[in-house]
């Protein structure tokens, strides 16, 4: 039984991903001035916060099995140092194609000064809107298996489109991810709401 203090929050949640979603596509030019207000019924009283993704691979074991998991994601329409945090593990688009995404933990965003431990490579600050995100796991080689910006380089938070909320590995191992405290608390009545374990596991590749 979800309690009505976490209702609350979660429509105050719902509310805020439709204005947010009816923002951007105004100003992008999908909507005009009138259908603004009509969109933001349409979103909040329409579909998810969450939607459900298959990521497969070693990057980010253990919080994802290298098998492979179903993850619960939250939808991030505009994602800025307002919405994601440092820690987070989120969804992105893989900026060497566009049609693939990604699972990593954002490690930076702008104005930190980024330093690698190869006296070759120069120290350099995140522009505005940049990030930075790594693999999971420490086991693989940086630059030759991990695939992540020690590989591409700062990617621009824009290309971020949802965070993990929740990895089913198998049907008896699954359990909320390991996100920011700041996200944790903001994250969890859509979890409490949206969470289905069945549907992830009748949705589960493995």
Known sequence: ???????????????????????KNYR????????????VWKNLFQGKLTFLHWNKGEEMAPTVGPCGGTL????????DPTRVYVGDVVVLKDPMST???LVRRLAAIEGYEMASTDEKDEPFVLEKDQCWVL??????????EA?????FGPVSMTDIIGRVLYCLRTAVD??????????ARKDLPVLEVELDVDEMAKNHKA
């Open 28 to 39: 992008r030019g999908q909507i005009t001035d009138t259908e603004v207000f009509d969109t």
């Open 135 to 144: 693999a999971d796991n420490e086991n693989l080689k940086p630059k030759q």
């Open 99 to 101: 049609e693939k995404y």
């Open 72 to 79: 619960l994601v939250r939808k991030i329409p505009a994602a």
């Open 147 to 151: 695939y992540d910006s020690r590989t």
């Open 1 to 23: 039984m979800v309690a009505h203090t976490t209702w609350l929050r979660y429509i105050a949640s719902k509310i805020d991903y439709s204005v947010s979603l009816s923002w």
């Open 174 to 183: 699954h359990g909320p991810v390991n996100n920011s405290h700041f996200s």
